[in-house]
């Protein structure tokens, strides 16, 4: 469980399933009936209702895409479709870039139209200043954007947020120490080797 005023960062490489465990996240939140509010850097909404819409039904997302399900995957999604109409409590928002202040707001705006109740703020993901010419600009752009996630969104609104952030080759976040310094816990994600899937399958891990 996600604690109110800290802020969780989630990192892995480039395609390696921190979108996946953001989404899982928000979907996990939403059965509990919690409000949840997902700043998106990455997926348009149509793109992000499709993904969310093939975990909450267990229907692979090609096939929902193509439209090529059984009747059984059929009678899933539409019970999915359903269910996201009669649960108001997802809002989801797609911006290729956040600043400070369109982030302060839609959190003020949403927690204003909950009742002052934003269960999960997921931000996916942390990416550096469009302005930033070199690698010390970025550096001192993520510092900033991971402080104020931090504390002037999770401190400030008592709110638990969960971040994306994205390894580099040197498996550092996002070329910042910083937001290691800001962030309450760092969860990193990495994929197996094909000998760690080996024994997993060996134990009955499959």
Same mark, same amino acid.
């Given at each position: 469980?996600?604690?109110?005023?800290?802020?969780?960062?989630?990192?892995?490489?480039?395609?390696?399933?921190?979108?996946?465990?953001?989404?899982?996240?928000?979907?996990?939140?939403?059965?509990?009936?919690?409000?949840?509010?997902?700043?998106?850097?990455?997926?348009?909404?149509?793109?992000?209702?499709?993904?969310?819409?093939?975990?909450?039904?267990?229907?692979?997302?090609?096939?929902?895409?193509?439209?090529?399900?059984?009747?059984?995957?059929?009678?899933?999604?539409?019970?999915?479709?359903?269910?996201?109409?009669?649960?108001?409590?997802?809002?989801?928002?797609?911006?290729?870039?956040?600043?400070?202040?369109?982030?302060?707001?839609?959190?003020?705006?949403?927690?204003?139209?909950?009742?002052?109740?934003? %269960?999960?703020?997921?931000?996916?993901?942390?990416?550096?200043?469009?302005?930033?010419?070199?690698?010390?600009?970025?550096?001192?752009?993520? *510092?900033?954007?991971?402080?104020?996630?931090?504390?002037?969104?999770? *401190?400030?609104?008592?709110?638990?947020?969960?971040?994306?952030?994205?390894?580099?080759?040197?498996? %550092?976040?996002? %070329?910042?120490?910083?937001?290691?310094?800001?962030?309450?816990?760092?969860?990193?994600?990495?994929?197996?080797?094909?000998?760690?899937?080996?024994?997993?399958?060996?134990?009955?891990?499959?």
């Amino acid at each position: 469980s996600f604690i109110p005023s800290e802020l969780v960062v989630v990192a892995a490489k480039r395609k390696e399933g921190k979108s996946a465990y953001c989404l899982s996240e928000c979907l996990d939140k939403l059965e509990k009936n919690y409000n949840v509010l997902y700043l998106d850097t990455e997926l348009r909404s149509s793109q992000f209702f499709e993904r969310i819409l093939s975990n909450k039904a267990r229907v692979d997302s090609y096939n929902l895409r193509s439209n090529n399900m059984s009747i059984a995957e059929t009678d899933r999604v539409a019970d999915a479709i359903q269910w996201f109409k009669n649960n108001k409590n997802l809002t989801h928002i797609y911006r290729p870039r956040w600043n400070q202040e369109q982030i302060y707001s839609a959190v003020l705006y949403w927690s204003q139209k909950w009742n002052g109740k934003i %269960d999960l703020l997921i931000y996916d993901y942390m990416k550096t200043d469009s302005g930033a010419t070199d690698a010390s600009s970025a550096y001192l752009g993520l *510092g900033r954007l991971t402080n104020f996630l931090k504390n002037d969104i999770a *401190g400030a609104f008592d709110i638990p947020v969960l971040a994306a952030a994205q390894l580099n080759r040197g498996l %550092d976040i996002g %070329d910042s120490y910083q937001i290691e310094q800001f962030a309450s816990t760092i969860i990193n994600i990495q994929k197996k080797t094909p000998k760690e899937i080996e024994n997993d399958n060996a134990l009955g891990y499959n």
